[in-house]
């Protein structure tokens, strides 16, 4: 069964600086997705990432996803404030069952 | 924008009471989900459901779990005796297709006495 873990899992970091989350996964995805979760809030999509090479960019955010590697990564530029939330990748086996991480818990500071 | 709309947003309940967790999947979605979280840790799969019947399920989504989707519209999630185990969040998603992400609801925050 697909395994999918996150590192790290909890991430404090400054404004302005850059870092990237990892998100490797254990057999076969079919596709690769990203969600940000504010504390007690819904989860909101962020990124679909359909095949290998795939990459999506949204303001400060970047997804990528190598499927030899079995991995996909979330890089953020110059973060700032507003970022903070929890980070979920999520993998989708050929079966209706998307299964997610542990989630990124990140915290930027001013 | 169309949304998936859960209710209640907080079931008190106590030990051993049977509840039904509400949701209405966005009207074209054809996939719907129901997952759980505990404390704001991991987002845990319970079941996926398409035309009318279970698609999967974990191992979480024992005989005391059921899903119905009743009339086209609504979309169900029962626990027939709650433990106090099953305290978390229940999120309802959907989607439209297999290559689609998944749209969730805001929750319903089921705590159990």
């Known amino acids: 069964e697909l395994k999918v873990e996150q590192n790290p899992l909890f991430l404090s970091m400054q404004e302005g600086k850059n870092y990237t989350i990892y998100c490797n996964y254990s057999?076969?995805?079919?596709?690769l997705y990203w969600y940000r979760q504010d504390p007690g809030k819904s989860l909101e999509s962020l990124f679909v990432?359909?095949?290998?090479?795939a990459v999506k960019q949204e303001g400060r955010l970047m997804a990528s996803l190598d499927t030899k590697a079995r991995l996909s990564t979330l890089h953020i530029t110059a973060a700032v404030h507003d970022l903070s939330a929890t980070y979920f990748c999520a993998g989708d086996p050929p079966y209706d069952k998307i299964i997610f991480g542990k989630g990124t818990r990140l915290h930027i500071l001013p | 924008e169309p949304e998936v709309t859960q209710t209640p947003s907080h079931q008190v309940t106590q030990m051993g009471q049977e509840v039904i967790l509400r949701c209405v999947p966005i009207s074209n979605h054809l996939y719907f989900y129901w997952y759980r979280q505990i404390l704001g840790q991991k987002v845990e799969f319970l079941v996926s459901f398409y035309n009318n019947e279970i698609s999967e399920k974990s191992e979480i989504f024992d005989d005391q779990f059921s899903v119905e989707r009743p009339d086209g519209s609504n979309f169900t999630l029962k626990i027939r005796s709650t433990k106090l185990e099953d305290s978390a969040m229940y999120f309802c998603?959907?989607?439209?297709?297999?290559?689609?992400?998944?749209?969730f609801g805001n929750g319903t925050r089921l705590t159990v006495t």
């Open positions: 998603a959907s989607r439209d297709g297999l290559r689609s992400p998944l749209h």
């Open positions: 990432l359909l095949s290998n090479g």
């Open positions: 057999t076969t995805s079919d596709r």
